[in-house]
């Protein structure tokens, strides 16, 4: 089709082709930038702990004042844990990914390194924590009884800095800190503290996403007292979890009913509750992208029905030509791929401009070119579907009324 004539008509309706046009651009580069937050949020949202999700509960105990005896009634409890039917294992443990608080230390190749090679999780666990967690050990060797401590007992250790401790690393950690080798037998350190890896697990997540990797995270053979972090129980079959969940509770309240329940739940229930605002964050800006498309497309729906009553004679006097019907849709049609694609392309220029201070501003990652022909799209289609009702309708009027009408 000769788009001469379109260009002519366009000329002499300026400003309200340039209305479109910067709507088109600014739909563009809004939804654009929108729609990559929402693949950001949508990552975050899903991104793996590597944990047993689904067979894992939480319970969290609190009493008044000092407990007596912490570590003696922790065994206790564990005790009575793992003797409950549904009840695959159970370990006291400091944290779990998705938390809003986190341990973390720094970790580095020489007691005396300047800067350390990075910050990760850390992870206090006794007897059974790798199986409690359900975490995949992909190389070396798990926890050995005599290399379990209690933290009371690190704690008032002096020497423990001097000699150490054995760890377990994240595969992502024993990459950064190694990366040209096996992590196995090598000696990392906290401050001038010795850790001498003996496994690797293939993921741990951080307890707070916030950090620049997520993945970073080590396990220490370390007992926590349950006044210091909480029971961490995997059951044997999901679909019972609620009632392990009572049972465990009953059990704890036999053991000691002086104690306070500060939480029960279930592992799942903990990561939805971290993520609520993310989820929200993808609905707002759905609801954002969905109102500027509509709106869009009622503009231009507005502009090309505006249009086909001005051009009534003009559309009459083709028609009496020869022009078919589908001469005339199609001739809407290219003239609103032509706004559509100016539009598109100072949008496009615009979304880039707004990445750029999203960038400097909240320190988000570039945003990959995808997106771009993705926006470009979406906007193309949406108005080739809004112009198509007033086209068609001018495509339908008979040459002799539209003539009788100038």
């Given at each position: 089709?000769d788009?001469?004539?379109?260009?002519t008509?366009?000329?002499?309706?300026?400003?309200?082709?340039?209305?479109?046009?910067?709507?088109?651009?600014?739909?563009?580069?809004?939804v654009c930038?929108?729609?990559?937050?929402?693949g950001?949020?949508?990552?975050?949202i899903?991104?793996p702990?590597?944990i047993?999700?689904?067979?894992?509960?939480?319970?969290?105990?609190?009493?008044?004042?000092?407990?007596?005896?912490?570590t003696?009634?922790?065994?206790?409890?564990?005790?009575?844990?793992?003797?409950?039917?549904?009840?695959?294992?159970?370990?006291?443990?400091?944290?779990?990914?998705?938390?809003?608080?986190?341990?973390?230390?720094?970790?580095?190749?020489?007691?005396?390194?300047?800067?350390p090679?990075l910050?990760?999780?850390?992870?206090?666990?006794?007897?059974?924590?790798?199986?409690?967690?359900?975490v995949?050990?992909?190389?070396?060797?798990?926890?050995?009884?005599?290399?379990?401590r209690?933290l009371?007992?690190v704690?008032?250790?002096?020497?423990?800095?001097?000699?150490?401790?054995?760890?377990?690393?994240?595969e992502?950690?024993?990459?950064?800190?190694?990366?040209?080798?096996?992590?196995?037998?090598?000696?990392?350190?906290?401050?001038?503290?010795?850790?001498?890896?003996?496994?690797?697990i293939k993921?741990?997540?951080?307890?707070?996403?916030?950090?620049?990797n997520?993945?970073?995270s080590m396990?220490?053979?370390?007992?926590?007292?349950?006044?210091?972090?909480?029971?961490?129980?995997?059951?044997?079959?999901?679909?019972?979890?609620?009632?392990?969940l009572?049972?465990?509770?009953?059990?704890?309240?036999k053991?000691?009913s002086?104690r306070?329940?500060?939480?029960?739940?279930?592992?799942?229930?903990?990561?939805?509750?971290?993520?609520?605002?993310?989820?929200?964050?993808?609905?707002?800006l759905i609801?954002?992208?969905?109102?500027l498309?509509?709106?869009?497309?009622?503009?231009?729906?507005?502009?090309?029905?505006?249009?086909?009553?001005?051009?009534?004679?003009?559309?009459?006097i083709r028609?009496?030509?020869?022009?078919?019907?589908g001469?005339?849709l199609r001739?809407?049609q290219?003239?609103n791929?032509?706004?559509?694609?100016?539009g598109?392309?100072?949008?496009?220029?615009?979304?880039?401009?707004i990445n750029?201070?999203?960038?400097?501003?909240?320190?988000?990652?570039?945003?990959?070119?995808?997106?771009?022909?993705?926006?470009?799209?979406?906007?193309?289609?949406?108005?080739?579907?809004?112009v198509?009702?007033?086209?068609?309708?001018?495509?339908?009027?008979?040459?002799?009324?539209a003539?009788?009408?100038?």
């Amino acid at each position: 089709m000769d788009i001469r004539p379109i260009l002519t008509t366009l000329r002499r309706h300026k400003t309200a082709a340039a209305l479109i046009v910067l709507e088109i651009a600014l739909t563009c580069a809004i939804v654009c930038n929108a729609l990559f937050l929402i693949g950001q949020r949508i990552e975050k949202i899903n991104q793996p702990s590597g944990i047993a999700e689904q067979e894992l509960l939480e319970v969290r105990l609190g009493g008044i004042g000092t407990q007596v005896n912490a570590t003696a009634r922790t065994r206790e409890d564990l005790a009575a844990l793992r003797g409950l039917p549904g009840v695959k294992s159970a370990v006291a443990i400091n944290q779990l990914p998705f938390r809003r608080n986190s341990w973390n230390t720094s970790l580095q190749l020489t007691p005396d390194q300047e800067r350390p090679t990075l910050n990760a999780a850390q992870y206090f666990g006794g007897e059974g924590a790798l199986a409690t967690l359900g975490v995949q050990l992909i190389a070396g060797r798990d926890f050995q009884g005599d290399e379990i401590r209690d933290l009371e007992e690190v704690m008032k250790d002096e020497e423990m800095e001097a000699r150490g401790s054995v760890v377990i690393v994240s595969e992502a950690t024993a990459r950064k800190m190694f990366p040209n080798g096996d992590a196995l037998g090598k000696t990392i350190y906290t401050g001038r503290m010795p850790l001498r890896v003996v496994g690797v697990i293939k993921e741990l997540a951080r307890p707070v996403t916030v950090e620049s990797n997520t993945t970073y995270s080590m396990i220490l053979p370390v007992r926590v007292n349950y006044d210091l972090g909480f029971y961490l129980i995997r059951v044997t079959d999901p679909a019972r979890r609620d009632e392990v969940l009572a049972a465990a509770v009953s059990a704890l309240d036999k053991v000691d009913s002086s104690r306070l329940v500060r939480a029960k739940k279930t592992y799942t229930e903990q990561r939805e509750k971290y993520f609520q605002n993310d989820r929200a964050m993808v609905g707002l800006l759905i609801t954002v992208c969905v109102a500027l498309l509509v709106v869009t497309a009622l503009g231009i729906v507005g502009l090309a029905s505006f249009w086909v009553q001005q051009r009534t004679k003009q559309i009459g006097i083709r028609r009496a030509l020869g022009a078919t019907r589908g001469q005339i849709l199609r001739y809407f049609q290219t003239e609103n791929f032509l706004l559509a694609t100016v539009g598109i392309v100072l949008g496009m220029l615009l979304a880039y401009s707004i990445n750029l201070w999203l960038m400097s501003a909240y320190e988000l990652p570039r945003m990959p070119a995808s997106y771009l022909p993705i926006g470009a799209a979406l906007l193309w289609l949406l108005g080739q579907v809004a112009v198509f009702g007033p086209a068609h309708r001018a495509a339908a009027v008979p040459p002799a009324v539209a003539t009788r009408s100038a």
